[in-house]
């Protein structure tokens, strides 16, 4: 069983910057965040290898967003920079095994996933 907890999220202006964390991604997981707007399906953001190698992100994040794992502390990390409003949205941690990377960004590859963090950017 794999128990994530997510933090980080708040409210901020448009050009501002949060960083979120998971707690519970241990080293051997393939994780990935993932958000949802009310109304929205659920979208990809951003995935990582075990180990930390070969991250992939959505075209909408892509040179904003950067993801990272500590393996020492089996945390994962997504640093958010020049937050748009349309980023506002809940974020959530998801686990899956080293295939789901291969499949990169779809939700159905990822089998455990946290209660998420609320992330609102105002204009």
């Known amino acids: 069983q794999v128990h994530l907890v997510e933090s980080g999220g708040g409210s901020v202006q448009a050009g501002g910057s949060l960083r979120l964390a998971c707690a519970g991604a241990e080293y051997y997981w393939c994780m990935a965040w993932f958000r949802q707007a009310p109304g929205n399906e659920r979208e990809g953001v951003a995935a990582?290898?075990?180990?930390?190698?070969?991250?992939s992100y959505a075209d909408s994040v892509k040179g904003r967003f950067t993801i990272t794992r500590d393996s020492a502390t089996n945390t994962l990390y997504l640093e958010m920079n020049s937050l748009k409003p349309e980023d506002t949205a809940m974020y959530s941690c998801?686990?899956?095994?080293?295939?789901?990377?291969?499949?990169?960004?779809?939700?159905?590859?990822?089998?455990?996933w946290g209660q998420g963090t609320q992330v609102t950017v105002s204009s």
């Open positions: 998801a686990a899956g095994p080293g295939s789901a990377c291969v499949q990169g960004l779809r939700a159905a590859g990822y089998i455990y």
């Open positions: 990582i290898y075990p180990g930390g190698g070969s991250p």
